[in-house]
C-alpha cells in the first residue's frame, strides 16, 4: 500500500513538473531581438532544442535549461530559463520561463530575477578567454546559482552539439597498437560497399553499361588518421610522420582507400587541380579536396588489411572540425547514349571515435567556487560544531559544574545568535525541508544543495545529530532565533519579568499548531508552491535573521509580537509555533542514543527539573519527551547539583546524620 501511494505522489508531481509550452514566434523575436517573421523548427536529435529561422537563414539556437542541463531549483522543482544562441556563439538573450524559488520570501522580487536572467546576453562562448556571467545575487544565492549554472551549460551544450563551438581536441600523443579488424571495430575507420549490381541498378541507361554480377563496383573506406593510434598503425612510424608534418595549422589528415571497379580518384584532377568525384560535407558546409592538399599513399602497413586499388590522404581545411561528424560522398557518373549522364553517389558517415578526442576542460561547477571564496565561513561553522560536539559528549562533566555550564550555553548561544545568524545567515527553514522532500521525488541533485556552503554544513551535522542527540542538537544550540529568544528571555528574566506557567494540559495541546503548520506548508508545496511559500511566513528567520530586521512594518509587527510572548513565556514560538521544528521532531524519533539521565524517583518524589524545563518538555511523572525537549543540559544541571536535587539533599542529610 506505502509503495502505490508512493508512486501515485511521485506521478502527481511529474505531472506538476510537466515543461513548458514551446517557445512562439514573438518569443524567438524578443530573445534575438530581430522583428519579422520568423520560423521555429524543433530539433530532438542529439541536443533537443529548436533552430529560428528569417526566411532561410539561421538567426538562432533556442534550449531549455530544464530540458537540456536538468536545471533543478532550491524549491525542488523544475527552474526553466529559454537560451538563444548565435550561429557564431554568443549568447543572444535569456528569459526566465518558470520557476517557483522562494526568492520572493527574501524581498527579491520576479523583476529582479528576469533582470538577472537578461544580463546573460552577450556573453561569446566563442572568446578566447571565459566570459565572465553574472554575479549571483546574495540572499538568493541558491537560486541565482542554479540559473546562471543552468544558463552557462545548456548555451555551452548547445554550441557545442550545433557545431559551433568544438567540444574538444585530438590526441596526437598516446599510441596502441591495433590491427585493421580493431580499427574497424571502433569506428577508427569507416567502411560502406555497393555491388555491381546495385550500381548496374543505379546507372541504367548509361552509353557503357556496367555489368551486373558479384564482385565490388565501389569498396570504400575513410578515417581521420590523426591520432597515433590510427594513423602510425596504418601507414608506420615514417610515412605517418611526414604525413602530419606537411599539415598546416588547423588542418587534420583525412585518409581515403578503395577497390572494386570504380576509382574515387579519377583522372580528372590532374588537369583542373579539384578532386571533383569527392565531397566532405559538415552540416552547411560542402568542401572538395584540391591538388595541393593531397598525398598518395603506396600501401599500408597492417597485415590484415585487404587490397587497396587506391589510397589517398587528404588534408582536411580548418572548416571542417575532425572531432564532430561528417559525411564523405564519393559520386560515380556515366555519360548516355542522348548526350545525358546518369549518376550514382555513395555516402560514407565518418566519425572520430569519443576514445581519441580530448574533451574541452567544462567549466569548473559552480558550488567548488562558492566553497572556494567561502572557505573562511565554512570553516567558522566547521569549528563551531566542534566545540557544540565537545560540549554534548561532556555534559556529564560540564553539568556537574553548573556555572561553567551555564556560562558556556550563554556564550555559545550568543555566538550563534551573532556569528552564526547575524553574520552568516545560517538559519535554517522549512522550506529547505520541504526543498529537500521535492528533490527526493523529482530528482535528487548534490549542486543544488552544495551551493550554499554554511546551509549545507548545517544541515549535514543537525541530519547525524538527529540520530545521537534528536531534534535538540539544532533547536537547542544552533537555531539563531531560537538563541535570540532565550537570550532575551534570560534577560527578561534578571529584569524581574515575571514568567507565566502555562497548564500541562493547555500546554500539550498547543502543540498541534505547529505540527498541523508543517503538514500544511509540505501539503500545499504539491499544489502550489508558490502559496506554500507564503504559509512558511509564519517563520520569522527571514525577517529577524536572514533579511537582519530590514523589512516591511507588518512582519517586524510578527516578529515583535513573538519575541514580546517570548520574554514571559520562555521559547514562546519553538514551544508552539515552529514549523521547522515540527518537522524535525518528526525524523528524529530515529535517534539512537539516549543521554539525559533520569533517577526513579523523578516525577514522583520530586518535580523540580518539570518545573524548571525550559520549554515544557518533561512530564508530570519525570519522562523526557524527545519532540520537545531542546537539549539545554538544565535538568542534568539540576540532578547533579546537590544544592538544588532534592533527592542528592536527602542523601547529603542521610549522609551526615550516619557520621559519628
Not at 545525358?340 to 574533451?359: C, D, H, N, R, Y
Request: proline share 6%; net charge positive; hydrophobic share 50%.
Amino acid at each position: 500500500m506505502r509503495q502505490l501511494l508512493l508512486a501515485l505522489l511521485v506521478l502527481f508531481c511529474a505531472g506538476l513538473a510537466r515543461a513548458e509550452d514551446a517557445p512562439t514566434p514573438d518569443e524567438a523575436a524578443a530573445l534575438t531581438g530581430v522583428t519579422g517573421p520568423l520560423i521555429l523548427r524543433r530539433i530532438d536529435e542529439g541536443v533537443p532544442g529548436w533552430e529560428v529561422y528569417a526566411g532561410d537563414m539561421l538567426l538562432a539556437h533556442l534550449g531549455s535549461t530544464s530540458e537540456i542541463a536538468g536545471s533543478v531549483g532550491y524549491s525542488g522543482r523544475p527552474l526553466d530559463v529559454r537560451v538563444a544562441l548565435s550561429p557564431k556563439g554568443v549568447i543572444l538573450g535569456a528569459r526566465l520561463v518558470r520557476h517557483d524559488e522562494p526568492v520572493l520570501t527574501l524581498g527579491i522580487s520576479d523583476a529582479d530575477i528576469a533582470r538577472y536572467v537578461s544580463g546573460f546576453a552577450g556573453l561569446d562562448l566563442a572568446a578566447p578567454v571565459a566570459p565572465e556571467a553574472p554575479d549571483i545575487i546574495s540572499r538568493a544565492t541558491v537560486s541565482t546559482g542554479v540559473i546562471r549554472d543552468g544558463i552557462l551549460r545548456t548555451a555551452r551544450t548547445l554550441a557545442v552539439g550545433r557545431g559551433v563551438i568544438a567540444g574538444g581536441a585530438i590526441d596526437r600523443l598516446s599510441f596502441a597498437p591495433a590491427d585493421w579488424r580493431q580499427l574497424l571495430t571502433t569506428g577508427a575507420v569507416s567502411e560502406t560497399r555497393i555491388g555491381m549490381t546495385e550500381a548496374a541498378v543505379a546507372l541504367a541507361g548509361a552509353r557503357v553499361p556496367v555489368p551486373p554480377g558479384p564482385g565490388d563496383f565501389l569498396h570504400l573506406w575513410a578515417g581521420v588518421i590523426d591520432p597515433p593510434a590510427i594513423g602510425q598503425n596504418l601507414l608506420g612510424q615514417q610515412e605517418f610522420t611526414r604525413a602530419l608534418g606537411a599539415l598546416g595549422p588547423g588542418e587534420a589528415a583525412l585518409l581515403v582507400m578503395s577497390s572494386g571497379l570504380q576509382s574515387h580518384r579519377g583522372t580528372d584532377w590532374k588537369r583542373s587541380g579539384r578532386f571533383d568525384r569527392l565531397t566532405v560535407v559538415q552540416g552547411e558546409t560542402r568542401w572538395q579536396p584540391g591538388a595541393d592538399g593531397y598525398r598518395m599513399i603506396k600501401r599500408l602497413t597492417l597485415k590484415d588489411a585487404p587490397a587497396m586499388k587506391e589510397i589517398s590522404l587528404f588534408a582536411l581545411p580548418a572548416a571542417i572540425d575532425p572531432t564532430r561528424p561528417f559525411t564523405l560522398e564519393v559520386r560515380a557518373s556515366r555519360p548516355t547514349a542522348t548526350g545525358g549522364e546518369v549518376a550514382l553517389t555513395a555516402s560514407l558517415p565518418v566519425a572520430l571515435p569519443a576514445a581519441f578526442i580530448l574533451q574541452a576542460p567544462t567549466p569548473e561547477p559552480l558550488w567548488r567556487s562558492i566553497w572556494q571564496a567561502k572557505r573562511v565561513q565554512a570553516a567558522i561553522v566547521v569549528l563551531m560544531l566542534l566545540v557544540l560536539t565537545v560540549i554534548l559528549f561532556a555534559q556529564e562533566w560540564i553539568t556537574r559544574r553548573p556555572g561553567l555550564w551555564r556560562a558556556g550555553r550563554i556564550g555559545f548561544l550568543a555566538a550563534t545568535f551573532l556569528v552564526l545568524g547575524m553574520g552568516l545567515n545560517g538559519q535554517l527553514s522549512v522550506v529547505q525541508v520541504v526543498a529537500f522532500v521535492h528533490s527526493l521525488l523529482t530528482g535528487f541533485r548534490w549542486e543544488t544543495f552544495l551551493i550554499e556552503p554554511v546551509i549545507f554544513i548545517l544541515w549535514s551535522f543537525v541530519a547525524l545529530g538527529m540520530l545521537f542527540w534528536g531534534r535538540g542538537v539544532y533547536c537547542g544550540w544552533l537555531c539563531p532565533f531560537g538563541a535570540l529568544q532565550e537570550l532575551t528571555n534570560t534577560l527578561a528574566q534578571r529584569l524581574g519579568v515575571k514568567q507565566i506557567a502555562v497548564p500541562q494540559a493547555l500546554h500539550e495541546r498547543l502543540w498541534v499548531i505547529k505540527y498541523t503548520l508543517f503538514v500544511s506548508i509540505l501539503a500545499l508545496s504539491f499544489y502550489s508552491m508558490h502559496d506554500a511559500l507564503l504559509l512558511a511566513e509564519a517563520e520569522p528567520f527571514k525577517t529577524a535573521i536572514s533579511l537582519r530586521f530590514l523589512r516591511t512594518w507588518p512582519f517586524l509587527l510578527f516578529v515583535a509580537a513573538i519575541l514580546g510572548a517570548g520574554l514571559f513565556i520562555e521559547r514562546f514560538y519553538c514551544r508552539y509555533l515552529c514549523p521547522l521544528g515540527a518537522g524535525l521532531a518528526i525524523p528524529a524519533k530515529l535517534k539512537i542514543f539516549d543521554w539525559l539521565k533520569r533517577r526513579p524517583q523523578c516525577g514522583r518524589e520530586c518535580r523540580m527539573c518539570e518545573t524548571k524545563c525550559t520549554v515544557g518538555a518533561i512530564d508530570a511523572i519525570g519522562r523526557i519527551n524527545p519532540n520537545e525537549c531542546v537539549l539545554c543540559l538544565r535538568c542534568q544541571v539540576i540532578m547533579n547539583d546537590g544544592t538544588q536535587c532534592p533527592v542528592l539533599k536527602r542523601r547529603a542529610r542521610a549522609t551526615e546524620g550516619a557520621t559519628p
